[in-house]
T-cell receptor, first 114, second 111 residues
Framework: DAGITQSPRHKVTETGTPVTLRCHQT?????MYWYRQDPGHGLRLIHY???????DKGEVSDGYSVSRSKTEDFLLTLESATSSQTSVYFC?????????????FGPGTRLTVL | KNEVEQSPQNLTAQEGEFITINCSYS?????LHWLQQHPGGGIVSLFM???GKKKHGRLIATINIQEKHSSLHITASHPRDSAVYIC?????????????FGQGTRLTINP
C-alpha cells in the first residue's frame, strides 16, 4: 500500500461542466501519473509529474490539465467535460532512481459525463 | 500495432488448471511488469523482471529478452485468481518514468 487516495471515487456530471479529480499520496513519491482506462484501450497516460510544478503530457492529454503545487497532491482537471471523457481514472506514483520502475496505483475514480 | 500485445484477450478455465498468459513487445525495454486488477478493484503490481524468472506463491513470471516475450503462469488456479492481468514495459525509448501497457487478459476461473 503506497498510501494513495483518490477523490471523488465516483462522479456523474453533465457535458460542459468543469471537473477536478484529486490524487493524494502520503509517502513523498517523486513521480505521479494520471491514467484513463477504457474497454479495448487498456491504460493510457494522460499527464504525469516529475516534481512540484513539473508536469508533462502523455498520449491522451487533449482536454485535460494538471497541477501539482505540493508533493502529495496531483490534480486532474477537465475544463469542459465531454461524453468521450467518461472513463475510469487511475492515479499512480513511483519513486525516483534506478530499479524503481514499479508504479503503485490508487483505487480509481469512475467518471460519467452525461 | 501496439508496442505491447497480450494473448489471449479472454481466458476461461476450470479450477485447478495450469494457466498461461503471454505478452510480446516490440521495443527495447529495461523491465517488464505484470499487474493484476480484480473486478471493480484497484491495480496491483505482481512482478517486475528484466531477465529470467520470478515466483511468488502460485504465480510464476518468465521473460525471454532475445525473443521479446514474457509469460505469466498460474499453477493450481482458483476462482479468486479471476481478474484482468496486465503486461507493461519500461521502454528504453520512453524512459523509466513511463510504462507502456498491453490491453490486458481477462481470466475467469470457474469452480
Amino acid at each position: 500500500d503506497a498510501g494513495i487516495t483518490q477523490s471523488p471515487r465516483h462522479k456523474v456530471t453533465e457535458t460542459g461542466t468543469p471537473v477536478t479529480l484529486r490524487c493524494h499520496q502520503t509517502e513523498n513519491h517523486r513521480y505521479m501519473y494520471w491514467y484513463r482506462q477504457d474497454p479495448g484501450h487498456g491504460l493510457r497516460l494522460i499527464h504525469y509529474s516529475y516534481g512540484v510544478k513539473d508536469t508533462d503530457k502523455g498520449e491522451v492529454s487533449d482536454g485535460y490539465s494538471v497541477s501539482r503545487s505540493k508533493t502529495e497532491d496531483f490534480l486532474l482537471t477537465l475544463e469542459s467535460a465531454t461524453s468521450s471523457q467518461t472513463s475510469v481514472y487511475f492515479c499512480a506514483v513511483k519513486e525516483a532512481g534506478q530499479g524503481t520502475d514499479t508504479q503503485y496505483f490508487g483505487p480509481g475514480t469512475r467518471l460519467t459525463v452525461l | 500495432k501496439n508496442e505491447v500485445e497480450q494473448s489471449p484477450q479472454n481466458l476461461t478455465a476450470q479450477e485447478g488448471e495450469f494457466i498461461t498468459i503471454n505478452c510480446s513487445y516490440s521495443v527495447g525495454i529495461s523491465a517488464l511488469h505484470w499487474l493484476q486488477q480484480h473486478p471493480g478493484g484497484g491495480i496491483v503490481s505482481l512482478f517486475m523482471l528484466s531477465s529470467g524468472k520470478k515466483k511468488h506463491g502460485r504465480l510464476i513470471a518468465t521473460i525471454n529478452i532475445q525473443e521479446k516475450h514474457s509469460s505469466l503462469h498460474i499453477t493450481a488456479s482458483h476462482p479468486r485468481d479471476s481478474a484482468v492481468y496486465i503486461c507493461a514495459v519500461t521502454s528504453l525509448i520512453q524512459g523509466a518514468q513511463k510504462l507502456v501497457f498491453g490491453q490486458g487478459t481477462r481470466l475467469t476461473i470457474n469452480p
